[in-house]
Nanobody
């Protein structure tokens, strides 16, 4: 059974940083793509960033480029989202999602339809 468990969310002041983790199990952590998505109350789900294990390529939403960094640690079966210079508009529930197997470049950051497995989410709140 595939499981994705997010952690690292919390309350932070504007300008601060958080690192989200997505711990994966139940699939071979070698040929996969993992994405981070977020959803704020009353808003549609938004793609944030994706990474492919095949070539390490990444994609980002324009709104987070230069502030967020996605990375992976295959030894720990974990993907991270380092979030710096946080803004109140970054407040949302953040979800990670996985697709395996996956070969080639990372999916477009907003390609939620390619992901078959989803975590439960972690809340990020940025105060002004």
């Amino acid at each position: 059974e595939v499981q994705l468990v997010e952690s690292g969310g919390g309350l932070v002041q504007a300008g601060g940083s958080l690192r989200l983790s997505c711990a994966a199990s139940g699939f071979t952590f070698s040929d996969y793509a993992i994405g981070w998505f977020r959803q704020a109350p009353g808003k549609e789900r938004e793609g944030v960033s994706c990474i492919s294990s095949s070539d390490g390529s990444t994609t980002y939403a324009d709104s987070v480029k230069g502030r967020f960094t996605i990375s992976s640690d295959n030894a720990k079966n974990t993907v991270y989202l380092q979030m710096n210079s946080l803004r109140p508009e970054d407040s949302a529930v953040y979800f990670c999602a996985a697709v395996s197997p996956w070969f080639g470049r990372a999916p477009d950051h907003n390609s939620a339809n390619v992901f078959g497995f989803w975590g439960q989410g972690t809340q990020v709140t940025v105060s002004s």
